[in-house]
């Protein structure tokens, strides 16, 4: 037993150091059959290992010189070495690159299983792209689902981790976690296919919070009657930036943050009671206004009542959302905050 683990060892430690064995082997080939023509044909050296390219890589130049009975018995020996280690080169090249993909696809897969109140885009394509790159730059988890095979080298170089597949489909979205996801968004580009990513999505998590994307105004009820929290129009909400930013130029300049820009490095968060130190007390008690330089922009109660602005007297209660607005530098410091131990 002791024997066969060494071996076992051994055959890892090898395997661990592919592209050093790939080089010793080929290496040993140039070396042998330079050496072999120098010493059989008194060839120089440079004359040895021309011969010695040409006949592993089986290039069928002629010989440059004239060889010896022995120098061709020499030659066969090496063309069955050298094409016996390329072909080992090529298969071992070929299952490192499988076995990297395998491995990647693997810890990707786990990556999302390991997920829990994250979200989930449907699409990737230039409003999934953006939605993506905004919901990373909050640290939020999230999974992107595509069905274009070209988005996967995207995501892959991205670190964004991913499923390509179709959204419509139960067992990608039970893939991407949908149990236990806290929002998702469906951004493909057919309100059809939007219509049918929700209804899927509702019917596999009743509390999920669904974002959809209508491009047709006849389809927002359609969403809404399928389960869709909220539905946004990317070329509604672009006419309006662009009317605000035309009539009302002195309010976008001074408050970018409502077009969509985060110019000013804010954000807005929004943090649910549930920290045995902070129920009980006031707004004005954990005062996050001096110590995290936040503001506190809205309350939404545990039954619903929305409080805007919020009163600095009121008392949280356990399940309380309080919206807040704080730099990128101090967001890790309120959520370390608002976390239960």
């Known amino acids: 037993m002791k024997a066969q683990s060494s071996v076992l060892r051994v055959f890892r430690r090898i395997r ?12 040993f080939v140039f070396a042998a059959g330079t050496t072999g023509y120098m010493f059989i044909e008194q060839w120089n050296f440079f004359d040895s290992l021309y011969m010695t390219i040409i006949t592993v890589f089986t290039i069928g130049f002629s010989e440059i010189h004239p060889l010896s009975f022995y120098g061709r018995v020499f030659t066969i020996g090496l063309i069955f070495l050298g094409v016996g280690s390329l072909s080992y080169t090529v298969t071992i090249i070929a299952q490192s690159i499988l076995h990297s993909e395998i491995l990647y696809q693997r810890l990707n897969l786990r990556k999302i299983r390991a997920m829990n109140n994250h979200y989930i885009i449907c699409g990737y394509g230039r409003i999934g792209h953006r939605i993506a790159s905004e919901v990373q730059s909050l640290r939020k988890d999230f999974v992107v689902i595509d069905q274009n095979p070209d988005t996967r080298k995207t995501l892959k170089e991205l670190g964004i981790p991913h499923i390509i597949g179709d959204a419509t489909s139960e067992e990608v979205l039970e893939q991407a976690g949908i149990r236990v996801a806290k929002g998702l968004v469906s951004a493909l580009s057919d309100d059809a296919l939007n219509v049918f990513v ?59 943050l409502a077009t969509g820009k985060y110019s000013f490095d804010v954000v807005i968060e929004e943090f649910i009671i549930i920290k045995e130190s902070i129920i009980g007390r006031t707004l004005a008690d954990i005062d996050v206004r001096s110590i995290y330089n936040a ?33 990128h530098s101090q967001l890790d410091n309120l959520i370390q905050f608002f976390r239960v131990p």
């Open 16 to 27: 661990s150091n592919t592209p050093i064995l790939l080089l010793c082997v080929m290496g």
């Open 198 to 256: 929700t209804l899927t999505a509702r019917g596999l998590n009743p509390d999920l919070h669904i974002v959809a994307r209508s491009d047709v105004a006849s389809t927002v009820p359609k969403l809404i009657r399928a389960g869709a929290n909220k539905v946004a129009s990317p070329y509604d909400s672009g006419a309006a930036r662009l009317t605000l930013m035309l009539l009302q130029t002195s309010i976008i300049d001074t408050f970018q």
């Open 295 to 327: 503001m506190a922009l809205a309350i939404v109660a545990h039954d619903g009542k929305l409080f805007f602005p919020p009163d600095p007297a009121y008392i949280l209660q356990r399940n309380d959302r309080l919206i807040i607005a704080l730099s």
